[in-house]
């Protein structure tokens, strides 16, 4: 086993405060968080993009919201105004959900243009694209099929979950979207990911990326474990 340090672990969070109930103070405190360990991207509500943009200039902290969350449901030129607006706020990491009820019905066109028509609106401001297949209402030949689709969109990184279905990221899916897309396309665990050893197994199984808002209690458990010279990658 290799070992690995702190750094690569927080390079691998997306630091999430995506709750409704938070306030200005807990998006502070969260990008207080994100600042300190330097994690790769803080991903919070759009209407906290002003602010949250303000607060991480000048870091090496990506500035991150989501589009169409949590249910992916909203008309496509809604969609695309919500990116633009967050791409013009600042944002350079967006996380949009698919119409999960037009890939279960097997619209193929529509999932594809949507991904398509906002990647295109991301990639002309240097931003990329995380679209989120929300793995818990899918077949495994969905779940393959949304990340391809994804792909041919010309998306950076296709993600598990939005955290409010009815279920999170599991290994076995992380597996199987690896293994659906190019090495072009990284893969993001989303969902249930509330400790180290976890992230752990999400980047044995191909992760790239973890989105997690228990980011503190995973940092303490990577540093302690470092400090102990028990930090080290999990055999796949």
């Known amino acids: 086993m290799s070992t690995i340090t702190p750094r690569d672990i927080a390079r691998m969070l997306d630091h999430s405060t995506l709750q409704p109930f938070l306030t200005e103070d807990d998006i502070r405190r969260g990008a207080e968080v994100a600042l300190k360990y330097e994690t790769a991207s803080m991903c919070a509500r759009p209407c906290d993009v002003p602010i949250m943009a303000e607060l991480l200039r000048g870091s090496p902290v990506k500035v991150c919201t989501v589009i169409g969350f949590p249910h992916g449901a909203h008309e496509p030129a809604i969609k695309v105004a919500e990116a633009q607006l967050a791409l013009d706020e600042g944002c350079e990491e967006l996380d949009m ?45 969905q779940k393959i099929r949304a990340c391809q689709l994804s792909e041919e969109a010309g998306a950076d990184f296709v993600k598990t979950s939005t955290g409010y279905g009815s279920k999170g990221c599991t290994i076995e899916d992380l597996k199987l979207m690896r293994a659906a897309v190019s090495p072009r396309v990284r893969v993001k665990g989303s969902g249930g990911i509330r400790d180290l050893d976890t ?8 992760a790239d990326r973890c989105g997690v808002s228990a980011t503190e209690k995973i940092m303490a458990e990577a540093e302690a474990r470092f400090a102990a010279g028990e930090l080290a990658e999990l055999a796949d």
């Open 199 to 206: 992230v752990l197994k999400a980047r044995a199984a191909g």
């Open 97 to 141: 959900v698919i119409n999960i009820g037009r890939m279960i019905r097997g619209d193929e066109g529509y999932v594809r243009d949507e991904i398509a028509r906002i990647t295109e609106k991301a990639h002309a401001a240097d931003a990329i694209v995380k679209v989120i297949i929300e793995t818990c209402y899918l077949n495994d030949a």
